[in-house]
């Protein structure tokens, strides 16, 4: 059976559907919390892990970086947010429901990671969202690998990339971690640039180990269409769950 088909024998994958379907990328940015951990943040000024990303699937790359991003910068929870619109690319691969029981799946063994979904695709907007979920001054730190950095300096993604850079980085923090080929001299030589020296208290790194860095969801969706394993690329719940 196909992964798609198997994601629709699950009682959830309606639910999920529907929601995603009253998600307005054209409204106010929203947020919602499909899956919330037990260890969730209640109070104000607590620190919040955001890994905003595909996640088609997730792999054991993602989880490295959640659980480096934890432990290092003592993150009090953490969030895996998907989005329904993105900024530069179209929703392909499996579909967002199916992606949110996978997620869904793999937080229900771990009692320290919420699941969310976005209705808005830019950091910007999702912060904003954030902001009416979690209590006043929580710390919104995202995770981020070096392309979505990149990116997020890229001028065509805003009206007035100035005025809504500082309004970014007044209320966010981001944890960089290098992937495929990217090491800790590229990150840096891109944070060095002028126009970005206003930014760069707000930046700090996260190293992967060169293995989980050249993990890809692209090489398990191809491992699977080819009916081989993938036990060492996606954590053991997750294999499981779609083998």
């Not at 992964?3 to 409204?27: C, G, H, M, V």
């Not at 869904?104 to 320290?112: L, R, S, T």
């Not at 995202?142 to 209320?171: M, S």
Request: hydrophobic share 40%.
């Amino acid at each position: 059976m196909k992964s798609s088909d198997k994601f629709r024998t699950y009682p959830e994958y309606e639910k999920y559907s529907q929601l995603i379907n009253q998600l307005d990328p054209n409204a106010s940015p929203q947020v919602v919390i499909v899956h919330r951990t037990s260890d969730s943040i209640s109070e104000s000024g607590k620190k919040l892990g955001i890994f905003s990303g595909s996640f088609n699937p997730l792999t054991v790359a993602h989880v490295k970086m959640v659980e480096e991003a934890r432990e290092r910068f003592q993150l009090d929870e953490m969030l895996l947010l998907l989005a329904k619109a993105n900024v530069d690319k179209d929703v392909f691969g499996w579909s967002l429901a199916g992606r949110i029981l996978t997620l869904k799946h793999y937080a229900e063994k771990h009692n320290d990671v919420s699941i969310g979904l976005s209705s808005h695709g830019r950091y910007i907007d999702k912060v904003e969202a954030l902001r009416a979920v979690y209590p006043v001054d929580t710390e919104f730190h995202f995770i981020v690998g070096y392309d979505t950095l990149v990116r997020i300096f890229d001028p065509k993604y805003y009206a007035d990339i100035q005025t809504e850079l500082q309004h970014l980085f007044l209320r966010c923090r981001f944890i960089v971690a290098n992937r495929d080929h990217v090491d800790i001299e590229t990150i840096e030589e891109f944070i060095d640039q002028a126009a970005l020296q206003s930014y760069k208290s707000s930046i700090a790194y996260l190293i992967l180990p060169e293995y989980y860095a050249e993990v890809s969801s692209t090489e398990v969706r191809q491992r699977i269409a080819q009916e081989d394993s993938i036990s060492h690329l996606v954590p053991p719940v997750i294999a499981e769950f779609l083998e």
